[in-house]
């Protein structure tokens, strides 16, 4: 790994060492259960500093991963004693209002991005916390509070800029490289590196959005009644189903600080006239005990859980596709609603309505036809609470799984092996593989959920 250093001379971003005072800063990443030690980190700062960072660990053999926002669950933001390739410092947003278009360098957050539109009142899908990185959860699929009504963030991006293993610089869209533009809708970093991404935008300024609480006892009846319910109402109606302790803190009162709850986070983007209409039903299924629901900047939503969600926690997370909240399903979260730590939580969101105008084969996420992704996610800020997060969190999916659909969000998966990788892909896993073995036929970006190049 010494030869690194050679690196430093020809980029214009900086190499960190781990000798370098900034070492440990630099191989932080969000999930602070993950303590990988890499021989050496670039902060990139241009394209030509990625394909220099590319060509050298591939004439030097050197294990690369991808870091953009560093929000990887199991870690594969990082490699030890290999090479990051860091990204987060390509932070470029260029909007453009006439075509409603924005071009995003790959260190972008959401945040980023959504600053930066708003200011147009337009937004594309992501995800509900906004220091996530772009290039993860795009690369991923991408859903969040727009999903419904303008599908997945791979439904909206019309081109990305890949560095590819041999490092020629291409731009993938759907005349030029389709196979490997479609294999990036959902595939994940497998391909290349995305140093930017072009997105479609939407009218979106004001939403009406924020939590409703009922007492946990509530679940099933809530849950029967949600299950029902959302999936007929319009694209315009978002509310993603969760089971949490409720923070000390505002807004919430101190009369149920503490307390297992379960409830919805909402996301109306249809006229605030019409949101009682649209938030009685829940009233009327159960009394809730906290509302805090009402118009506020597109922004302010997505940023909404960045304060309880920062830095430094220690994340164990399993996830599902599912089609049907079956009654059995609704029991077996009623078993395991109380969470274990007060970050600990279950989360189900909506990834139907516009989400099901794509077929499944025309990109590479393959579950078109579900209703949820479930993220069950233990969360604490102590590392002497790991084993109690995570066996929580493995026992509720394990209970969940028989009642899913077989596969899952890529981004809400640790490093759980190619047979749950492949079922992810479903009956796209062996194109995904023949794109790889086009462009990737040395398997060098292998950190990552990896999808093996198809040997002919």
């Known amino acids: 790994m010494n030869a690194i250093e050679a690196l430093q001379g020809q980029v214009k971003g900086s190499v960190v060492l781990p000798d370098d005072d900034r070492y440990d800063e630099a191989r932080t990443i969000f999930n602070a259960m993950i303590d990988k030690h890499p021989g050496a980190i670039i902060k990139c700062t241009s394209v030509d500093d990625v394909i220099k960072a590319v060509n050298y660990a591939s004439e030097h053999d050197i294990e690369v991963a991808i870091r953009s926002g560093g929000h990887n669950g199991p870690g594969l933001a990082l490699v030890d004693e290999g090479l990051v390739i860091d990204l987060s410092r390509m932070k470029d947003v260029s909007v453009d209002p006439d075509t409603k278009t924005a071009r995003v360098e790959a260190g972008c957050t959401w945040g980023d991005v959504d600053q930066a539109t708003h ?3 337009l937004a594309t899908p992501s995800g509900v916390i906004s220091t996530t990185g ?6 991923g699929g991408g859903h969040g509070y727009l999903s419904r009504k303008y599908g997945l963030t791979i439904d909206n991006l019309l081109s990305a800029d890949v560095v590819l293993a041999d490092g020629r610089l291409v731009q993938a869209n759907e005349n030029d490289h389709p196979d490997l533009f479609w294999a990036l809708r959902g595939g994940g970093g497998n391909f290349g590196v995305v140093t930017a991404f072009e997105y479609q935008l939407h ?12 007492p946990i006892e509530e679940l099933e009846s809530t849950m029967r009644w949600y299950r029902d319910w959302l999936p007929q109402q319009p694209e315009d109606v978002y509310a993603f189903y969760l089971v949490a302790e409720v923070p000390a803190g505002d807004p919430f009162p101190e009369r149920i600080h ?12 249809g006229p605030e006239s019409d949101i009682e209409d649209i938030l009685n039903p829940a009233r009327d299924v159960a009394e809730p005990i906290f509302e805090f629901v009402g118009s506020m900047p597109y922004p302010d939503l997505q940023s909404m859980f960045d304060g309880l969600y920062g830095p430094g926690d220690q994340w164990y997370w399993k996830g599902d596709f599912v089609k049907e909240l079956t009654d059995e399903a609704i029991a077996q979260h009623k078993r395991f609603a109380d969470v274990p730590t007060m970050k600990s939580t279950m989360h189900l969101y909506p990834v139907n309505g516009a989400v099901h105008k794509v077929g499944e084969d025309e990109t590479a996420w393959a579950y078109r036809d579900v209703n949820w992704s479930m993220v069950i996610a233990g969360v604490d800020p102590d590392p002497s609470n790991n084993e109690k997060i995570s066996t929580w969190a493995r026992q509720y999916w394990e209970a969940l799984h028989p009642h899913s659909s077989g596969g899952a969000y890529v981004n809400f998966m640790m490093e759980e092996g190619e047979k749950r990788v492949k079922a992810t892909y479903r009956g796209n896993y062996e194109r995904l593989q023949q ?22």
């Open 119 to 121: 200011e147009f009142g």
């Open 134 to 139: 772009v290039g993860g959860l795009t690369l």
């Open 203 to 214: 009218p979106v300024d004001n939403v009406v959005a924020g939590p409703l609480f009922w």
């Open 258 to 269: 503490g307390e297992n709850v379960c409830g919805l986070l909402w996301c109306y983007t």
């Open 435 to 456: 794109v790889k073995a086009k462009y990737d036929p040395d398997n060098f970006f292998r950190v990552n959920q990896n999808i093996k190049p198809l040997v002919s």
